[in-house]
């Protein structure tokens, strides 16, 4: 693993975890853990369960003990740790966004697909695709349980920076972080909505704002979540929101919101689909529980209902416990590892792939250049 903050800790949990619950062709092995503050990455190694620390990721990736590389850094270093990984002839999971542009998402797809000749594989790390109600309501879509989709609306929505006081922290700088909410947060959604839609976006029309301009300088490193002290202010180079509609293929419709100013909303992901014969809605704060709307039934006694997903025939959940005993967000991560594990077992692209990972990358660039235009529709490029 390279990077042992945020995401270093919760894919920790999910290494940790996923052999412990699945039965896995493959055992994973938590060797190495790596970062830059030699003090602080043992800490993490202790604390996360990894069996040595380092401070040197070009040596880690070219250990012949080593057999796949979680890259769980800020987005500046995605493309040169998978790059060099792939080529060292290692498995790749990369953190989302895949990457901080898309010519660094094209070289990271073009240099995966090459590795997948040599039986390597690599995913990008779009987690929510593996909570069990999303994984359920792709099944159902699948099954043509919603029929012809007219609609997606999606919405993704914090409140970490709304007190401008808040520090410049790495998912603040445009060369860090490369985008701000758009990629941090709305990442997910496009690939949520892509995923469970079935289909890929072909254009969009947006806007964004950054709304606080100037911010103090931190003092101390941090995860970019955490308020430190500050002296000086430096400028936000990356969005604050991002309000975008799409077209999708097909010519269904969606709209999409990606805000860390969501006052009082925490991690408030939200998303429905509309179709011919029936809705289905999911809200990240309900995890274990789908909306579904069966269209073709009596409006008398219709509307819609809850699915509680914890069922043995659920995505996932036959590894885990009875009926009614819900997951979390950490359950994810081990989802995400199992499927992982069974890819590079089969020698199989898993899903999301790098490729998958460019798509998205694709949309974000396309939301900025329609934002530039001042909301001027703006094509896909494929
Ligand atoms: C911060 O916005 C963040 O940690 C994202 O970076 C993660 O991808 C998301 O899962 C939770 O919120």
């Known amino acids: ?25 493959l055992r994973p092995d938590m060797a190495v853990i790596c970062g830059r503050d030699a003090d602080a990455v043992r800490a993490a190694a202790d604390r996360h369960g990894w069996a040595e620390a380092g401070t040197d990721w070009r040596a880690l990736v070219e250990r012949d003990d080593i057999d796949l590389v979680d890259i769980c850094t800020p987005g500046d270093s995605h493309a040169e740790i998978a790059l060099a990984a792939l080529a060292a002839g290692k498995h790749v999971l990369c953190e989302k966004p895949l990457a901080n542009t898309v010519t660094e998402a094209e070289a990271m797809a073009r240099a995966a697909q090459d590795a997948q000749a040599r039986g390597q594989v690599a995913m990008v790390g779009f987690n929510y695709r593996r909570v069990p109600a999303t994984a359920l309501a792709r099944r159902m879509v699948e099954e043509g349980r919603i029929g012809t989709l007219r609609h997606v609306r999606v919405v993704y929505l914090q409140d970490w920076l709304v007190d401008p006081q ?24 496009v690939d949520l909505a892509q995923y469970l839609a079935g289909e890929q976006l072909a254009g969009v029309s947006a806007l964004t704002e950054t709304f606080v301009k100037e911010r103090p300088l931190p003092t101390a490193p941090s995860s970019g ?59 990240l704060e309900r995890l274990n529980e789908l909306e579904y709307h069966d269209g073709t039934g009596s409006a008398t006694h219709g509307g819609f209902r809850r699915i509680l997903v914890t069922e043995p025939d659920h995505p996932y959940l036959d590894a885990w416990w009875p009926p009614g005993h819900g997951l979390g967000y950490e359950h994810t991560f081990a989802h995400q590892a199992r499927d992982l594990v069974h ?17 998205v990358q694709r949309v974000l660039a396309a939301v900025e250049e329609s934002a530039e235009k001042n909301a001027v529709y703006t094509p896909i490029a494929a």
């Not at 991002?242 to 925490?266: I, M, N, V």
């Not at 089969?346 to 798509?359: I, K, M, T």
């Open 343 to 359: 890819a590079v077992a089969e020698g199989r692209s898993p899903e999301p792939s790098f490729a998958d990972g460019l798509q």
């Open 225 to 283: 979540l955490a308020a430190v002290s500050s002296a000086g202010t430096g400028p936000v180079t990356v969005d604050d929101a991002a309000l975008f509609t799409g077209r999708f293929t097909s010519g269904a419709l969606a709209s999409f919101e990606a805000t860390r100013y969501a006052t009082g909303r925490k991690n408030a992901l939200r998303i429905e689909l509309n179709g011919e014969r029936g809705s289905l809605a999911f809200d």
């Open 1 to 25: 693993m390279v990077g042992y903050a945020f995401m270093g800790a919760a894919h920790s949990q999910g290494w940790r975890t996923v052999g412990r619950v699945f039965d896995l062709p």
């Open 166 to 189: 808040f520090p410049l922290t790495w998912r603040l700088r445009r060369e860090q972080a490369g985008s701000g909410s758009l990629g941090d947060l709305g990442a997910h959604i």
